[in-house]
């Protein structure tokens, strides 16, 4: 199942008796057509199947609807059109088909010239949006390395099937090592009380680089800053995948796994800057809110920011 572009969703205070520009996303939003080179559209991915499969707390299937009621009333600040393509929606516990036609969706805005912003749903969301970069840079001619880069508290290197929320970067790997495609997977944000020795050792073994949540503070961000410039100067294709609980809980309630330490927002979004600054980000999503957790949307405002920020010009 998939959703088109839901105007319901987009409704922010008119201003515009006021002097100055006072448009909002709500007022700017439009269904996805043909984007223009580079030009960010959104797409939502409404699924908690992998969630439920990882032995989480489900929810996540209706983050896309409610991230998008917060980014409604944002300031559009220069742009003049956002465009939405819609949700694809996972029925039930069929989620590969869900992840499949996630991937077609992407493969085709990426053939359009667009940068897609993708919002989840749990983290399965990361094997959808990989294929469908892989797809694109197969019927592009299009060659790696490609960056993977997870700002996360997990691994999410889970190797035992079926696909879940914890899986997909194992997936993802053996993917590309069935392929001989060139791929580095780093993790920053990774908590040591939230992986175990098996994930570390896994991580390892993919030739992962990771930083953990009490290397990634603001103290920290210069240093993180320089770690993100090398393993983007070595990419020529970079996904983006954050996963929500990487936060602290107190500013991402909302998620299947609250962190009770987590990465400070304002290091996660100035990695998010850096990574679109450097002209090699092919696509991004956010993934894990689940608003069913949130407290007076406090999670769902922490997403909209970051999604605004991967949208803006």
Not at 76 to 98: F, I, K, N, Q
Not at 215 to 221: D, G, I, P, S, V
Not at 266 to 271: G, H, R, S
Not at 274 to 303: C, M, T
Request: net charge negative; glycine share 12%; proline share 5%.
């Amino acid at each position: 199942m998939s959703g088109e572009f839901d105007r319901g969703l987009w409704a922010a205070r008119d201003d515009s008796a006021e002097r100055g520009d006072t448009r909002r996303l709500a007022h700017i939003v439009q269904p996805a057509g043909l984007p223009e080179a580079g030009e960010p559209v959104l797409l939502g991915f409404a699924s908690d199947a992998g969630v439920a499969r990882n032995q989480g707390r489900t929810g996540a299937a209706g983050g896309p609807a409610a991230i998008r009621r917060y980014l409604a009333g944002l300031p559009a600040h220069g742009m003049t059109r956002l465009l939405d393509a819609g949700d694809v929606a996972c029925a039930g516990d069929a989620l590969e088909d869900a992840q499949d036609r996630l991937a077609a969706r992407l493969a085709a805005l990426l053939g359009q010239g667009a940068r897609p912003v993708v919002l989840g749903g749990g983290h399965e969301i990361a094997w959808g949006s990989f294929q469908g970069l892989a797809r694109w840079m197969q019927a592009a001619g299009q060659a790696g390395p490609v960056l993977v880069l997870n700002l996360d508290a997990h691994f999410d290197l889970r190797t035992g099937r079926p696909g879940s929320s914890g899986t997909p970067f194992d997936q993802i790997a053996a993917d590309c090592q069935a392929r001989g495609q060139a791929l580095q997977y780093a993790c920053l944000g990774v908590s040591r009380l939230s992986n175990t020795p098996a994930l570390y050792a896994r991580a390892a073994e993919v030739g992962a680089v990771w930083r953990e949540d009490r290397e990634m503070q603001e103290r920290h961000l210069a240093d993180r800053l320089a770690d993100v410039d090398a393993l983007l100067a070595d990419a020529a294709h970079v996904y983006l995948t954050v996963d929500l609980d990487v936060l602290p809980a107190a500013v991402m309630p909302g998620v299947s796994a609250p962190a009770p330490y987590g990465v400070p927002l304002a290091v996660i979004e100035e990695i998010v800057l850096r990574v679109k600054a450097s002209g090699k980000l092919r696509l991004a999503d956010l993934a894990e809110y689940n608003p069913r957790f949130d407290i007076d949307g406090h999670g769902a405002r922490a997403a909209a920011r970051l999604a605004w920020q991967l949208l803006s010009v």
